[in-house]
């Protein structure tokens, strides 16, 4: 018997739904949330074989995965697989994604889209993609390159335990900051990347894009606040008692010679106090959070950069000859493959960031 359940909410994807559930099904069982539709799609998915759950009118995508992962617990599955039901996503990838989820039964793991570079999505729809990628793997300090896809597999305890209030396209994001926050490891598999969908996205640019951006916004200032309590306490740290002690005892020891030489032991008073001020800056600028706070800052202060190119773009229709003013900006501050390099390197000999200790 499968411990998986796959859930595919929908919303008007009679075109679709009934190849996608035949195919899914041929690994667990499947319930369809049909989020309005009148097209027909909750027939077509219960004729293939699907479980119907129906939100009663169009509430979002997040509404319609909120409903299938209670109707999955209510059916005790271990896991619960997500898949989107306009055909982007190959139901005979379903036990990859398990296969991946094995090893650490407690992770989320994603089906990431852009094994290829993203080629097959449209240039304004990946750049985004990069920059909220960038942002979200900042906030939870895990790389996942494909953030936004909706090809999932949930263990059981993640949903029974992070319970996002998000809607819409914001639901997803939501999950990714919040499990993090609460411990849990998040994995990417690589899947083939399929054709876009036939019909238009869903995705609203205004309504979503500004539901998203507002949420990153928050959620970016609170781990600002965050990062400035704990810059706050590096600098109050070296006046400590447990730090001063031991550095006054040090210098005592290293002036002694010259304690009879008012000259030579203001000299070496100086040479101690610089040479501590400079290790401790070093140590400081080379820690692996002080090099994510660097980042971040560059990244946040281009955003008005990169919404003025892209404006400038669109208005003179650059790319239709050959000029792209985007991408640059994004491959650049805005790399998240960067972002992972910075927040793991660090000096020989140094301690990990999280222990969080530097001389002073």
């Known amino acids: ?54 939100t009663g009118g169009r509430l979002g995508k997040g509404a319609a995965l909120r409903l299938g992962f209670a109707g999955a617990l209510a059916r005790t599955a271990e896991r619960v697989v997500t898949l989107d039901g306009d055909g982007q996503h190959d139901p005979d990838d379903i036990p990859r994604l398990l296969a991946a989820s094995e090893p650490e039964p407690d ?3 994603i089906g990431g889209r852009l094994s290829g570079g993203g080629s097959l999505m449209e240039p304004a729809r990946l750049h985004a993609l990069r920059v909220a990628g960038f942002f979200i793997d900042w906030l939870t ?36 900051v919040r499990a993090a926050a609460a411990g849990y490891a998040i994995r990417e598999v690589s899947l083939s990347s399929l054709p876009p969908a036939s019909r238009p996205s869903r995705f609203r640019p205004f309504r979503d894009g500004v539901a998203l951006t507002g949420y990153l916004v928050v959620q970016g200032l609170r781990r600002w ?43 070496a008073l100086g040479v101690f106090t610089l040479n501590r001020i400079a290790e401790t800056w070093r140590r400081w600028w080379s820690d692996p959070r002080a090099r994510v706070m660097r980042r971040a800052a560059l990244a946040s202060a281009m955003l008005p950069v990169l919404g003025l190119a892209a404006a400038v773009q669109s208005a003179l ?23 992972a390099r910075v927040a793991t390197t660090r000096e020989p000999g140094a301690r990990r960031s999280g222990q969080g200790e530097t001389r002073a």
């Open 1 to 54: 018997m499968s411990d998986h359940v796959t859930i595919i909410p929908v919303f008007n994807e009679a075109a679709t739904i009934g190849g996608l559930v035949e195919r899914a099904a041929l690994h667990g069982p499947v319930i369809v949330v049909d989020d309005g539709s009148w097209d027909g799609s909750d027939e077509t998915a219960a004729a293939a074989g699907a479980v119907i759950l129906r």
């Open 141 to 176: 300090g895990q790389h996942v390159a494909d953030t936004q896809s909706g090809f999932r597999v949930y263990p059981r305890e993640l949903l029974e335990r992070v319970s996002p209030r998000g809607g819409g396209f914001v639901f997803e994001t939501e999950v990714l």
């Open 317 to 339: 229709a650059l790319r239709r000859l050959g000029v792209d003013l985007v991408a640059p900006l994004v491959r650049s501050a805005y790399s998240q493959e960067r972002l």
């Open 225 to 267: 606040a965050r990062d400035a309590g704990l810059v706050a306490r590096a600098l109050v740290r070296p006046f400590t008692a447990a730090r001063r002690r031991p550095r006054h005892a040090e210098l005592a020891r290293f002036t002694a010679p010259y304690r009879h030489n008012p000259g030579a032991f203001a000299s």
């Open 107 to 109: 992770a989320l793991v």
